[in-house]
T-cell receptor
Framework: DTEVTQTPKHLVMGMTNKKSLKCEQHMGHRAMYWYKQKAKKPPELMFVYSYEKLSINESVPSRFSPECPNSSLLNLHLHALQPEDSALYLC????????????FGPGTRLTVT | AQKVTQAQTEISVVEKEDVTLDCVYETRDTTYYLFWYKQPPSGELVFLIRRNSFDEQNEISGRYSWNFQKSTSSFNFTITASQVVDSAVYFCALSEAETSYDKVIFGPGTSLSVIP
């Protein structure tokens, strides 16, 4: 099973809402990633978890809060977002400790109104 | 400075033509990894190839081939006999010890359109 699943597929939220994005993988990977992708741009790394610990935070605003409850799950909690946060949010996983290929989920298309 | 450059923003080819996507990278590390990913209109990035800096052998996988040349810091990707299903955005990417192997730096991407 080489699938990374993400829910929801689409999300519309107001600037005062709190919502969460979810990501799951069952490949036994110990590294998981959140990326943000704007239209016609490459993915931008937001966070990396390695062995369930946050290893990289790319200076992401605190209105984005990641969580890794276990080795298969990755959440991204959203609060007080801005319209410019509207984007495709991609989750990925890979083996840890070295630069292995990442397997991506289909993404969550987020619109902030 | 951009670490991964893909000079071709958009390419259009007619079906069955061959097409080469260029990638030039910049790093001071001696150990690094290079990748190609495909992003079709559906949005999901698909891994195509991973190459480490010590392995300069070219690789062929079906209609896909990759030419890695350390002397010119290039890792080019050729699709032979292109098909409509090859239409996608293709990203070249780099990871290096200097910034952490977990951090993959994507190039700006090349949008390929294959016209029937």
């Amino acid at each position: 099973d080489t699938e990374v699943t993400q829910t929801p597929k689409h999300l519309v939220m107001g600037m005062t809402n709190k919502k969460s994005l979810k990501c799951e993988q069952h490949m036994g990977h110990r590294a998981m990633y959140w990326y943000k992708q704007k239209a016609k741009k490459p993915p931008e790394l937001m966070f990396v978890y390695s062995y369930e610990k946050l290893s990289i935070n790319e200076s992401v605003p605190s209105r984005f809060s990641p969580e890794c409850p276990n080795s298969s799950l990755l959440n991204l909690h959203l609060h007080a977002l801005q319209p410019e946060d509207s984007a495709l949010y991609l989750c990925a996983s890979s083996e840890a400790d070295r630069s292995y290929e990442q397997y991506f989920g289909p993404g969550t298309r987020l619109t902030v109104t | 400075a951009q670490k991964v450059t893909q000079a071709q923003t958009e390419i259009s080819v007619v079906e069955k033509e061959d097409v080469t996507l260029d990638c030039v990278y910049e790093t001071r590390d001696t150990t690094y990894y290079l990748f190609w990913y495909k992003q079709p209109p559906s949005g999901e990035l698909v891994f195509l190839i991973r190459r480490n800096s010590f392995d300069e052998q070219n690789e062929i996988s079906g209609r896909y081939s990759w030419n890695f040349q350390k002397s010119t810091s290039s890792f080019n990707f050729t699709i032979t006999a292109s098909q409509v299903v090859d239409s996608a955005v293709y990203f070249c990417a780099l990871s290096e010890a200097e910034t952490s192997y977990d951090k993959v730096i994507f190039g700006p991407g090349t949008s390929l359109s294959v016209i029937p």
